[in-house]
């Protein structure tokens, strides 16, 4: 049993702020967006990003429409210095985007940071330290005047340092770590001599950044804390006041909500809520709660299942299939309830007014995407759902995406011939639908061999019963099959690729792999699974590649379906 809380933690209310204005706010606007996505996010990863995953996610978070982007800590480790240069070097920064980089208030670290960014564009340097009473005394050994003192050095020393620089546009950050457990007169004390020391104007804006680096309150009083500051800080028409919520409470999308409502400019993030112990707060949470309130965010998430699976690609974390109006399975109802409200709400629904169906306060559509539901489920009947029954019974295991795909499959049988579906003739239609697609081309062999680029392979096919041995490179099997399918005209590309054991076989001969692939043809945005089945995983793969390929040929179920 947990002991007596009162024993052990005390309430925290740092401000009463009798007047408060923020809850008489509504959202009108989106704040400026900073993604953390490079730094912050990639510091949480048991592995952090390499510099081809980190350059492929910069590039995603620009098309996203992001402008500001943090993307290293230079004076960490020479692998992030070399990423900043790399940005700058190869020229990947649009003209549009201003990239960040954050170092703590040290001499030396700071003139390392400044070195890495020599020829950019427009630069933030985002300088952090901790201010609290707890880090003061316990961490840093600090009195007051000495974290003003280094603050105001920190910030002349950024100055001295970017003026032999004048092709770069310099803007300052100034981050109060542990800003919510900070003296609020402490805090507009620090904050004052920065922007002071640093100079700002309405035309030369420092931003200060009041991070809820540990969320130790409910939203409502990081809200006071935020407004108190907004009102009351120096200069407030040269300072952009940015928020950095974390969510170790589990409420920073509210925190950064309210904290906008009380006067805040900026908000930084995550763009699926990553970061240190429970994370930052989530970028497209907040963007989307933004969109469904008739706001337009400024990011373009209308190709969320590109952007998810690119985030997982990139940081190797799985996104919560109950993830808001990301998840593989948000558009997708269980309950025959449900589905007979959201499918009644889709009916009535007209396309000049306001959206209006039940149990869904998004058009799956904005998003690129629909709903579907999964098959409904018998009571009585004690069986489990369509993904249970094909691994119990024939040791499948489906990606989600796939069972949301196939679900719509027996949906259409069912809605046919009415009636429950067994185990067996779940098999049978997945085997028609996916593993015995030979029309038009029918797999007949292959053989793998070294390159220089990687492998290369020799691919046998037959095509409307013409037999074409067809070649290819790349750096993988996959990616070589797809190179010599295109020989024949089937230009296509891999969106995700899944393998897994089957065990043996029931006559206890030799294990057996399946590969699941989802393709997209290169002129559509159509999506297509294909499965196969071998004792080889390759042989697998390339069965599951063809089998991908024969159902987009033949017009397959397409995936707008939930991904």
């Given at each position: 049993m947990l002991q007596n809380p009162s024993t052990k933690y005390r309430s925290f209310r740092p401000v009463r702020l009798t007047d408060r204005q923020w809850p008489n706010q509504t959202l009108t606007a989106p704040p400026i967006?900073?993604?953390?996505?490079?730094r912050d996010g990639n510091q949480a990863l048991f592995e952090p990003m390499n510099a081809e995953r980190k350059l492929r996610l910069f590039q995603t978070l620009c098309d996203i429409g992001f402008?500001?982007?943090?993307?290293?800590?230079?004076?960490?480790?020479?692998?992030?210095?070399?990423?900043?240069?790399?940005?700058?070097?190869?020229?990947?920064?649009?003209?549009?985007?201003t990239i960040e980089v954050l170092t703590h208030a040290r001499e030396h670290l700071i003139r390392r940071t400044v070195a890495s960014l020599k020829g950019a564009r427009r630069v933030i340097v985002h300088i952090v330290n901790a201010t609290s009473k707890p880090f003061r005394e316990l961490v840093l050994g600090m009195?007051?005047?000495?974290?003003?003192?280094?603050?105001?050095?920190?910030?002349?020393?950024?100055?001295?340092?970017?003026?032999?620089?004048?092709?770069?546009?310099?803007?300052?950050?100034?981050?109060?770590?542990?800003?919510?457990?900070t003296e609020l007169d402490f805090a507009i004390a620090v904050c004052d001599e920065v922007s002071k020391a640093w100079g700002a104007t309405p035309d030369h804006k420092i931003i200060l950044n009041l991070p809820s680096s540990v969320e130790v309150t409910t939203p409502n009083i990081y809200a006071d804390q935020i407004e108190w500051m907004h009102r009351h800080i120096a200069r407030r028409d040269s300072v952009i006041l940015s928020v950095h919520p974390h969510n170790d409470r589990g409420t920073a999308v509210a925190a950064a909500e309210l904290a906008v409502m009380a006067g805040a400019d900026r908000v930084e993030g995550c763009l699926f809520g990553n970061g240190e112990r429970t994370g930052n707060v989530d970028l497209v949470t907040l963007a989307l709660n933004l969109y469904t309130q008739g706001i337009s965010p400024g990011l373009d998430f209308s190709d969320i299942n590109a952007v998810a699976r690119t985030f997982e690609d990139c940081t190797q974390l799985p996104i919560h299939p109950r993830h808001p109006y990301v998840g593989d399975l948000v558009f997708t109802a269980f309950s025959g309830s449900h589905q007979d409200a959201i499918k009644k709400g889709f009916a009535a629904q007209n396309p000049v007014d306001f959206w209006n169906v039940p149990y869904l306060p998004?058009?799956?559509?904005?998003?690129?995407?629909?709903?579907?539901?999964?098959?409904?489920?018998?009571?009585?009947?004690?069986?489990?759902?369509?993904?249970?029954?094909?691994?119990?019974?024939?040791?499948?295991?489906?990606?989600?995406?796939?069972?949301?795909?196939f679900s719509g499959v027996v949906q259409k049988q069912t809605d046919i011939h009415g009636g429950e579906m067994s185990a067996a003739d779940l098999w049978q239609l997945f085997s028609q639908t996916y593993l015995d697609t030979v029309d038009p081309m029918r797999y007949v062999e292959h053989h793998l061999y070294e390159h220089d680029i990687g492998q290369g392979v020799r691919l046998v096919v037959a095509m409307n019963g013409t037999v074409h041995v067809l070649a290819g490179q790349g750096n993988g099997p996959i990616d070589a099959a797809v190179h010599a399918l295109s020989g024949i005209g089937m230009y296509i590309n891999v969106r995700s690729?899944?393998?897994?054991?089957?065990?043996?076989?029931?006559?206890?001969?030799?294990?057996?792999?399946?590969?699941?692939?989802?393709?997209?043809?290169?002129?559509?945005?159509?999506?297509?699974?294909?499965?196969?089945?071998?004792?080889?995983?390759?042989?697998?793969?390339?069965?599951?590649?063809?089998?991908?390929?024969?159902?987009?040929?033949?017009?397959?179920?397409?995936?707008?379906?939930p991904r």
């Open positions: 967006w900073m993604s953390t996505d490079l402008k500001e982007i943090e993307v290293a800590f230079p004076s960490a480790s020479q692998t992030d210095f070399d990423f900043v240069r790399q940005l700058i070097d190869e020229q990947h920064i649009p003209d549009d985007v009195s007051k005047n000495e974290i003003i003192a280094m603050a105001v050095s920190s910030v002349k020393l950024t100055k001295q340092l970017i003026a032999d620089c004048p092709e770069t546009e310099w803007v300052l950050e100034y981050s109060l770590e542990t800003f919510t457990a998004f058009d799956p559509a904005d998003l690129g995407r629909s709903y579907d539901s999964m098959i409904r489920i018998n009571s009585q009947s004690g069986k489990g759902g369509i993904a249970h029954l094909l691994e119990s019974q024939y040791a499948v295991a489906l990606p989600r995406r796939l069972q949301v795909e690729f899944e393998e897994r054991s089957m065990g043996c076989s029931a006559d206890g001969g030799e294990a057996r792999a399946c590969a699941f692939i989802e393709i997209i043809p290169s002129n559509s945005r159509g999506h297509y699974y294909g499965v196969g089945m071998d004792s080889n995983i390759v042989t697998a793969s390339i069965k599951a590649l063809i089998s991908g390929i024969n159902r987009l040929v033949n017009g397959g179920v397409d995936s707008t379906l």
